[in-house]
């Protein structure tokens, strides 16, 4: 029996502990879970037999990501990028002379 392959295209965004755009520029091509984790009894442990879930492709872009998924034909559903709702401040403008605000204790 012939399983198809499945994937997920995206960007990643920046992680909480991140204070820069580093590694978010890159999209990555990971592979769908095929089966359920399985609990070890004794140890508690999760564990898969699935060792594509291993698999992390990094593409420059989402061409590049998508044209290999087509070339090796891979099902793919491509995730768009959410960028952040609001635009970062530095800390000087706080202090500036024509805030919007009057600055207050």
């Given at each position: 029996m012939f399983q198809f392959m499945t994937a997920k295209i995206y960007r990643p965004?920046?992680?909480a502990m991140q204070s820069g755009k580093a590694k978010t520029h890159?999209?990555?091509l990971e592979f769908d879970q095929e089966e359920p984790r399985r609990i070890d009894p004794i140890l508690g442990y999760?564990?898969?037999g699935d060792m594509k879930q291993q698999v992390r492709l990094t593409f420059e872009s989402q061409e590049l990501a998508e044209a290999y998924a087509k070339r090796e034909g891979i099902e793919y559903r491509v995730v768009?990028?959410?960028?952040?709702a609001r635009q970062a401040a530095s800390y000087t403008d706080n202090f500036r002379f024509n805030r919007s605000q009057p600055?207050?204790?």
């Open positions: 965004a920046k992680t890159l999209w990555l999760t564990s898969s768009q990028p959410k960028e952040p600055w207050t204790h």
